[in-house]
């Protein structure tokens, strides 16, 4: 059972974080088809409900950090749509200055670290950032986000072990949409069950239904209260589905029709909608409302995008070093 109860009001805000995910992601991919967004995006559409049950849990101070698909972790965390948009469009405006693009997302005053292109580099550094929060004496953890391909990397045995021993405030999160890249889980790893692979560490561990915002509430709820008490980390395998291709390049000759429909059967947006009405928590006029909410915030994030500047050539060479003039960038 979770310490934080589950009520309308909980309901209500997971259906409404979605949904701006939901819609804010099916505008990314027609920017992107515009041309008005270039280089790598990776969409997030079909695993909403792992970052929003994980939001009715954690405390602002608490930190996330993430993999390169990173544009709904860093709505959930409070940054701006704007500033995310204006970021994908390469602005100045943008949470990054225009310099990291979809794939590098920060915002250090949300305590979000990212957005990380290397696969699986992301994970050390979540660990060192709850070590920091550990050395500092406050009570504030880490989740580090990964998806399945991230498994395979040395770091991450490296990483449990570590965090293990000095029993560090750090919640790992696989979120296990089926696929690295194009390739699934069954032709990649002798160890189907994901989440085992934290237990030779002594790291309690368990698989989550990730298309289920009250399940991940729960599950989150007591890995965060482990963290917070000093008792460690926890690894939770998130059993998702992403709906869209592995990045806006991907033709997904990987899957058949029959297996994505499947998983859209168990839509969580929708299902949380369901859940909503057969409690009478809200009526339809209530998600007619939240749609049009939804939909002028991503128009505005979009017009917000085009209309700021792009950055300066002089930013090229700003944001390199923390001291700002430090020697042999210009030579």
Known sequence: MSSIEITKDTYLMWYEQMLLMR???????????QQK??????????????????????????????????????????VTPKAIMAEMYGKVTGCSKGKGGSMHMFDKEKNFY??????????????GIAFAEKYKGTEFVNIA???D????QGALTETF???????????????????AMGTSVERTTAQTDIYKLG?????????VDGMDPAAVHVAMDEAVQRARAGEGPTFLEMRTYR?????????????????????????????????????????????????????????????????????????????????????????
Request: hydrophobic share 35%; charged share 25%; aromatic share 12%.
């Open 243 to 331: 709906y869209k291709g592995h990045s806006m390049s991907d033709p997904q000759k990987y899957r058949t029709k029959e297996e994505l429909e499947s998983y859209k059967a168990k839509d969580p947006i929708e299902a949380t909608k369901q859940t909503i009405l057969t409690e009478k928590y809200a009526d339809e006029a209530w998600f007619d409302e939240m749609d049009a909410k939804i939909k002028a915030i991503v128009d505005e994030a979009v017009q917000f995008a085009e209309e700021s500047p792009w950055p300066d050539a002089s930013e090229l060479y700003t944001d390199v070093y923390v001291q700002e003039d430090y020697p042999y960038i210009r030579d």
């Open 199 to 207: 237990l030779p560490y002594g790291i309690p561990s368990s698989p």
């Open 145 to 147: 986000y990964m998806g």
């Open 114 to 127: 990212g957005g990380h292109g290397i696969v699986g580099g992301q994970v050390p550094l979540g660990a």
């Open 161 to 179: 072990n570590m965090a293990a021993l000095w029993k560090l405030p750090v919640i790992f999160v696989c979120e296990n949409n089926g696929y």
């Open 37 to 78: 967004i270039r280089g790598f995006c990776h969409l997030y559409i079909g695993q909403e409900a792992v970052l929003a049950g994980a939001m009715s849990v954690i405390k602002p101070e608490d930190s996330l950090i993430t993999a390169y698909r990173d544009h709904a972790h860093a709505l959930a965390k409070g």
């Open 23 to 33: 819609r804010f992601e099916e505008k990314t991919g027609q920017l992107y088809g």
């Open 149 to 152: 391909g991230a498994v395979r």
